[in-house]
């Protein structure tokens, strides 16, 4: 019997659930696969006679909450269900996001949502401000009956605009967990700058979507391919999961040796002629897309993550009459983005810095670059950019500013899940882009080309001259924060490495950027923006004691948030003035290996 990826995923139970076990990793031993030599000549199926029990088995709902003992991986008892969900946080974090909404009742009435005609925003003192000057301003939600929100934990932003000037700048939030936000602002620019603020999520959508992490499996289903070496007619494609755990499965394939010894689990084929080294390719199904997502949420829960609830302007009303002390119009520093800059720049706490005439200003430090000079800086140079699309909008960009020759198929070619190189022989500059290691959505493609990032960089030589871009994020917003936790960690031990390895090497690590205005309902659930901020500081915390006037700090979350960007993919300007201050600091760096 043929048994769909689709038939599984709709009996697949999303009831919450909030208490699982640890579970032991010692059960997932591999000895599954003998070879192909015992493939039966027929060409029938040997799995009808257990037709039965898998049907049995796939109209069973999977509820996450406690140990399996009915569950087996090749190679031995699954007594566990995987449950990343009670790993300890690190000491640094305290406790996992996630945690943070578990005890959060399910919202009966929906006039108890914030209401923002009636949520206020008031300023903390007259509005007279000099270029430099702090202000505050107290943000307050009222819920549609009128009454103020006693608790904390929508996800509330705050910046400035003045759009005549092409200018704009972002406000560091503090949440007071009593249904008032504290924001500060620093000013610019001179002029009359508008105080903007928006309820970008709900406590309440935090919620839905954070507890989603704690179901098995998410919206956004990896799967594996797998393909019968001689055959190509017999394929089957499962899900997968980091887990010894695939819901609807009995026996599953532990694939973690073919993932470059991360871990990595998926269901294996119901059809006995393939095996599980017939593991071929990645893909990937959205529950949200395939209708079956909405299926089992309940319509109150559709309705805290429709955009009726989520992205809501706040009426302010507050410009701010901002003049200068100097003849300077605008915001600057006379230091010099040197790499004694980098360090201030990984640590700052406050705005990132500031758009004025549509160009991002870093408050640190002043840019001595322009693009004019990019050839200066880019001989014998292999540009890396290791991430995902929006680390990819930067390889388009430079694409757009030096020319190079494509020497491997192009995107267009061959999909744009693959790592992609092009060459400036002039120069003996190469720009590359990598995707990083699984999770991955994707749609059928080879496995192999989802790598870490340690097996990305073995490939270069230590005498090498590098400019490595290393990005994660949105790919990861589908599964708990643990996942991406352990991704950053890697991360920093790959960068620790190459920076003694690697003594030319100079590291940028993009952050999570900001698409607060969302025009799609399903960003919500399956890829929630309230996860931006909270990547960005475990990538702060996680490189925070990592020195070196080699390594920055990309902020991307400032001018996403300042530009009230919708999509995941920023405007191209936006790209192109990060491009700007990523080569004011290595053009730093450049010199002193002249």
């Known amino acids: ?55 049995d088995d796939l109209i ?10 009915d569950r087996r991986t090749d190679g031995g008892d699954n007594h566990n269900i995987p449950t990343l969900f009670k790993k300890p946080a690190p000491e640094v974090l305290g406790t996992w996001p996630e945690e943070l909404y578990l005890n959060y009742t399910d919202i009966e009435d929906l006039l108890d949502l914030p209401d ?45 605009a003045e759009p005549s000037l092409g200018a704009a700048a972002s406000a560091r939030v503090v949440d007071n967990n009593d249904g ?43 799967t594996a391919v797998f393909i019968h070496p001689r055959d190509l007619s017999i394929a089957e494609e499962t899900p ?63 309705e805290l993550i429709s955009l009726s609830n989520n992205a809501l302007p706040l009426k302010t009303g507050i410009f701010l009459n901002v003049t200068s002390d100097c003849s300077s119009h605008q915001f600057k520093t006379d230091l010099k983005c040197d790499l004694r800059a980098l360090e201030s720049a990984r640590k700052t706490s406050t705005a990132d810095g500031y758009l004025y005439e549509k160009k991002w200003y870093n408050k640190i430090c002043r840019s001595q670059f322009s693009f004019v000079q990019l050839t200066k800086y880019l001989n014998n140079v292999k540009m890396v950019l290791i991430g995902d699309s929006t680390s990819r909008q930067f390889f388009y960009e430079m694409q757009n500013l030096v020319t190079c020759e494509f020497t491997t198929d192009t995107w267009d070619l061959a999909g744009k899940h693959h790592e992609v190189r092009c060459e400036n022989e002039t120069l003996k500059f190469s720009l590359t882009w990598k995707p990083h290691g699984l999770p991955f959505c994707t749609t059928n493609t080879p496995h192999q080309y989802f790598r870490p990032l340690s097996v990305h960089l073995n490939e270069y030589s230590k005498a090498d001259k590098l400019l490595l871009v290393l990005h994660g ?79 920055m700090f990309l902020d991307m979350m400032d001018i996403t948030v300042a530009t009230e960007q919708w999509h995941i993919h920023s405007e191209k300007f936006i790209i192109h003035e990060k491009l700007s201050e990523i080569f004011a600091f290595y053009s730093t760096f450049s010199e002193t290996l002249s």
């Open 116 to 160: 923002p005609s009636r949520s206020t925003v008031e300023l903390n003192g007259n509005g007279h401000l000099t270029i430099g000057d702090h202000v505050y301003v107290t943000i307050t939600l009222f819920d549609h009956h009128g009454r103020k929100r006693r608790k904390g934990g929508d996800v509330v932003r705050a910046w400035l």
């Open 240 to 302: 997968c999961s980091f887990y010894p755990y695939i819901s609807g499965y009995d026996v599953i394939c532990n694939l973690t040796d073919d993932n470059f010894r991360r871990p990595w689990y998926c269901g294996k084929p119901r059809n006995t002629k393939l095996l599980c080294s017939d593991w071929t390719l990645s893909s990937e199904r959205n529950l949200w897309q395939l209708n079956t997502e909405q299926k089992h949420m309940t319509s109150t829960q559709l």
């Open 180 to 222: 008032t936000y504290r924001a500060q602002f620093v000013v610019f620019w001179e002029g009359r700058p508008e105080v903007r603020a928006a309820i970008i999520m709900t406590r309440e959508a935090v919620s839905t979507a954070y507890k989603r992490r704690y179901t098995c499996p998410p919206v956004e289903v990896n």
């Open 473 to 551: 994020a949105a790919h990861f917003y589908n599964f708990h924060s643990h996942v991406f936790y352990e991704y950053v960690k890697e991360m920093k031990s790959t960068v620790e490495a190459v920076l003694i390895s690697h003594p030319r090497s100079f590291i940028v690590i993009k952050g999570p950027n900001a698409f607060s205005f969302s025009k799609s309902t399903d960003h919500f659930i399956w890829m929630p923006d309230s996860y931006a901020a909270v990547y960005e500081k475990f990538v702060r915390d996680v490189f925070s004691d990592l020195q070196s006037d080699r390594l």
């Open 60 to 69: 069973s709902p999977i509820h996450l909450t406690g140990r399996q003992t």
């Open 1 to 55: 019997m043929s048994v769909e990826l689709s038939d599984i995923f709709n009996v697949i139970s999303l009831e919450w659930s909030k208490q699982f076990d640890d579970y032991d990793d010692d059960d997932d031993d591999h000895d599954d696969d003998d070879d192909h030599d015992d493939d039966d000549d027929d060409g029938d199926d040997d799995d009808d006679d257990d037709d039965d029990d898998d049907d």
